[in-house]
C-alpha cells in the first residue's frame, strides 16, 4: 500500500512510532494525540483496534496497522523488529465483526512457491523455541496454542469461549480419547505477558504442556490444531493439518477449518492457496531489517532465514536479564 507524502498516527507507542517511520518510507507520520491536530481530508494511521479519537473529521481516511504473519525472529513483547505490517483501510484480519482488505484470489502460482518455502524452512510467527519433539505414541495428537487473554484478537474474535483453560476443557470433551498437547503463547512463556485465567489448570486436561518448542515442530508432527484465534491455526493450514477454530480467526469461514462458531459474512470458499496470496503477498508490507526500504514477502522470507542461521543459540543468561528488564519496563497484562 502506497502512503500519502504526509500522515498521521494515534495510538502508537514511541517504539512502534520509530517503526512506524521506517514503514512508512518517504512518507512523513506526525503523532497526534487530538483529532484537533488532524487536518480534514487526511490520513490517520491507528494501531490495531485504537478508536479513533473524538471529534474526527468525517473525510480522514483512516488505515489500521498491526503484525504481519512473518514478523521476526524473536517475541514482539522482547521489542524484536519487525519485518513486516499489515496496512488496512477497511478493519483489521482478527476483528471478525467486519470486513478487511485481507483476501484477493491473485497470484496462485506465486503463493503456491512461497508456502512451500514457508513449510520447508519451518519458519512460522516468530520462529523461536529449540528443544526437540517427539509425537506421542497415541493414534490422534491435537495441538491447542495459547493466546494472551488481554488480545484484541479475543475481545474481536471470540463471542464464546475467551480463555486457555476453556478451549482446552472443550477440546477435551469433544475429544476424550485424544492426546492433547499444551503450547502457552511465547509472550507468557517467557513471562512477558500475564497468564491467562486459571490458565495453570491446563495440565489437568490436557496430556502434556510444551514451551520451548518451536511451532514448525509441533505442527510437522501432530495430526489436528484446535484454536481459539491463534495464527497457529493459519500456520497449521499451510502444512495441510486439520484445524478446529473455537473462535473466528481470519482465516475461518472460508471452508477451510471446522468451525465452532458461525461466520455467515464470509460466503466465499478459499483455497489455501489463495488464502496464502491474500494474507502473506498482497496484504502485508515488509521493510527490510539491512536496507529499511519496502521488500517482497520472498525477500522477507530470505531476511528471516539469514536471521535465524546467525541468531543461532541465544545467550541464556543475557535473554533472562533482557526479559527480566522488560518485564519492568513495557511488559503488560
Given at each position: 500500500m502506497t502512503l500519502p507524502a504526509r500522515v498521521f498516527a494515534c495510538g502508537f507507542s514511541l517504539n512502534k512510532l520509530r517503526l512506524l517511520r521506517r514503514f512508512a518510507g518517504d512518507s512523513t507520520v506526525h503523532s497526534v494525540r487530538s483529532a484537533g491536530r488532524i487536518p480534514s481530508g487526511s490520513t490517520l494511521l491507528l494501531w490495531g483496534s485504537t478508536p479513533p479519537p473524538p471529534g474526527l473529521a468525517a473525510d480522514v481516511a483512516l488505515i489500521r496497522v498491526e503484525d504481519g504473519f512473518l514478523r521476526s525472529v524473536g517475541l514482539g513483547a522482547e521489542l524484536a523488529r519487525p519485518l513486516s505490517w499489515v496496512l488496512d483501510r477497511t478493519g483489521m484480519y482478527y476483528d471478525a465483526t467486519r470486513p478487511s482488505d485481507l483476501f484477493t484470489p491473485q497470484l496462485l502460482a506465486r503463493a503456491a512457491a512461497l508456502r512451500k518455502r514457508i513449510v520447508a524452512s519451518g519458519i512460522t510467527k516468530y520462529s523461536v523455541g529449540e528443544r526437540a519433539w517427539r509425537r506421542p505414541g497415541r493414534a490422534r495428537v491435537i495441538l491447542v496454542p495459547g493466546q494472551v487473554e488481554s488480545d484484541a484478537s479475543l475481545r474481536l474474535g471470540a463471542p464464546t469461549l475467551r480463555t486457555n483453560l476453556a478451549l482446552v476443557r472443550a477440546v477435551r470433551e469433544a475429544?476424550?480419547?485424544?492426546?492433547?498437547?499444551?503450547?502457552?503463547?511465547?509472550?507468557?512463556?517467557?513471562?512477558?505477558?500475564?497468564r491467562g485465567k486459571d490458565e495453570q489448570q491446563v495440565r489437568g486436561w490436557c496430556d502434556e504442556v510444551v514451551t520451548d518448542v518451536a511451532m514448525g515442530t509441533l505442527l510437522e508432527q501432530v495430526d489436528e490444531v484446535h484454536v481459539?484465534?491463534?495464527?497457529?491455526?493459519?500456520?497449521?493450514?499451510?502444512?495441510?493439518?486439520?484445524?478446529?477454530?473455537?473462535?473466528?480467526?481470519?482465516?475461518?469461514?472460508?471452508?477451510?477449518?471446522?468451525?465452532?462458531?458461525?461466520?455467515?459474512?464470509?460466503?466465499?470458499?478459499?483455497?489455501?492457496?489463495?488464502?496464502?496470496?491474500?494474507?502473506l503477498i498482497a496484504y502485508p508490507t515488509y521493510v527490510s531489517r539491512r536496507t529499511g526500504r519496502y521488500i517482497s514477502p520472498e525477500q522477507a522470507l530470505d531476511e528471516l532465514l539469514a536471521w535465524r542461521e546467525?541468531?543461532?543459540?541465544?545467550?541464556r543468561a543475557w535473554q533472562q536479564l533482557r526479559r527480566a528488564v522488560l518485564r519492568l519496563t513495557v511488559a503488560r497484562p
Open positions: 475429544n476424550p480419547d485424544a492426546c492433547l498437547v499444551y503450547k502457552p503463547h511465547p509472550d507468557v512463556a517467557a513471562g512477558l505477558r500475564a481459539l484465534t491463534s495464527l497457529a491455526g493459519f500456520e497449521a493450514l499451510l502444512r495441510g493439518r486439520l484445524v478446529a477454530c473455537y473462535g473466528l480467526p481470519f482465516y475461518a469461514g472460508w471452508g477451510l477449518t471446522q468451525d465452532v462458531e458461525p461466520l455467515p459474512r464470509r460466503r466465499r470458499r478459499l483455497s489455501v492457496n489463495e488464502l496464502v496470496a491474500g494474507t546467525a541468531a543461532g543459540q541465544p545467550n
